[in-house]
């Protein structure tokens, strides 16, 4: 299956109710224009942004006289497509690079960086994994299979153990080794504990002073929010949380597959002008996918 077509497949649940009003809506009318709005808004987008989308839309079809299903449906694509930000560097493939991915428990974190080790190690990058989840037992263990089914090395220590050390012992592995890509998974936590992100604000803190520091040359570090997309709205305070209390610079949108809150994608990257980096549209490898603005805005509404 292609990349569109399993991206497709991913978001089918998102693309329902948008299907239904371009179908079963008859012509285009006032309560069009309604229906359109509250489906957007039901999809997780945000009443602001689905106004301003619906707003834009109805001008545009007025203006160019656009009437048919097809010439709307590629309309709201085209106008999806404007909310999201490109991303300045992908902090995956060009190296060297730090990635700290952050989040809320059960994310998808853990996975992700599995699933990027994967990609990276495939592609000829020299890669290293840093447990710092020390949190959680199950995540140490989940980690060293994927770095043995890669073929990464995971760096650990036992649970428990202060995570602040993990990022610097990784980093002594990726110095001694010249890796150069180091990817650091930390432990989920709620973004409205204050004690959590003083923690994890110091770990990030760690991980850059180090990585200045690094034998071969500074290496940039890179805060990479993993949001689970059924989380919907919820999944925006979390972009908010995170990014003031680390900065964060771009998003990791997963389990877009298992739920029709996929406009969660918008609300974030147009609120945070954050860059989506990858989507998850899967529990496969091949499902973590670069992020292309305009595959997802067409598959999100079904235009060709
Ligand atoms: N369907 C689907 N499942 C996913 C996706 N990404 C992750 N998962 C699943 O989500 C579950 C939780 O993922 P983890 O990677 O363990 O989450 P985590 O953020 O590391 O969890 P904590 O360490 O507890 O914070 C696992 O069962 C994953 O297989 C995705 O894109 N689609």
Redesign the pocket.
């Known amino acids: 299956m292609g990349l569109f077509d399993s991206l497709k497949r991913g978001l089918e649940r998102s693309r329902e109710a948008i299907n239904e009003i371009f179908y079963f809506g008859g012509d285009v009318d006032e309560s069009f224009w309604e229906d359109l709005e509250d489906t957007l808004v039901m999809g997780d987008m945000g009443a602001d942004i689905a106004m301003d989308v619906t707003d834009d839309l109805r001008d545009l079809a007025a203006r160019k006289n656009l009437t048919s299903a097809r010439q709307l449906r590629d309309a709201l694509a085209d106008r999806l497509e404007e909310t999201f930000t490109t991303p300045k560097v992908d902090p995956f493939t060009t190296t060297p690079s730090v990635v700290l991915f952050v ?1 809320i ?8 960086v599995g699933k990027i080790a994967s990609a990276a190690a495939k592609s000829g990058i020299k890669t290293v994994i840093g447990s710092a ?1 020390t949190f ?1 037992a199950a ?1 140490i263990e ?1 980690l060293d299979v994927w770095g043995q089914r890669a073929g990464v090395p995971v760096v650990k220590r036992e649970r428990g153990s202060d995570p602040a050390s993990v990022c610097y012992d990784v980093l002594d592995v990726a110095e001694r080794e010249g890796s150069q890509l180091v990817l650091i ?1 930390t ?2 936590r709620l973004h409205t504990s204050a004690e959590l992100m003083r923690e994890l604000a110091k770990v990030v803190n760690v991980t850059r002073k180090r990585a200045a520091k690094c034998a071969g040359g500074p290496m940039p570090v890179y805060v990479v929010l ?1 949001i689970d997309a059924a989380t919907g709205q919820n999944g925006l305070s979390q972009a908010l949380e995170f990014n003031e209390s680390l900065g964060v610079d771009g998003i990791v949108m ?5 739920t029709a809150k996929g406009g969660i994608a918008m609300a974030v990257a147009s609120k945070l002008k954050l860059p989506i980096l990858r989507i ?4 496969q490898v091949e ?1 973590l996918q670069p992020f292309d603005a305009h595959a997802f805005c067409r598959a999100l509404v079904g235009a060709e």
């Open positions: 989040g428990n059960g994310a998808g974190k853990t996975t992700t989840d959680r995540a989940q998974d432990a989920g993993v997963t389990k877009l597959d298992g998850g549209v899967g529990e499902d």
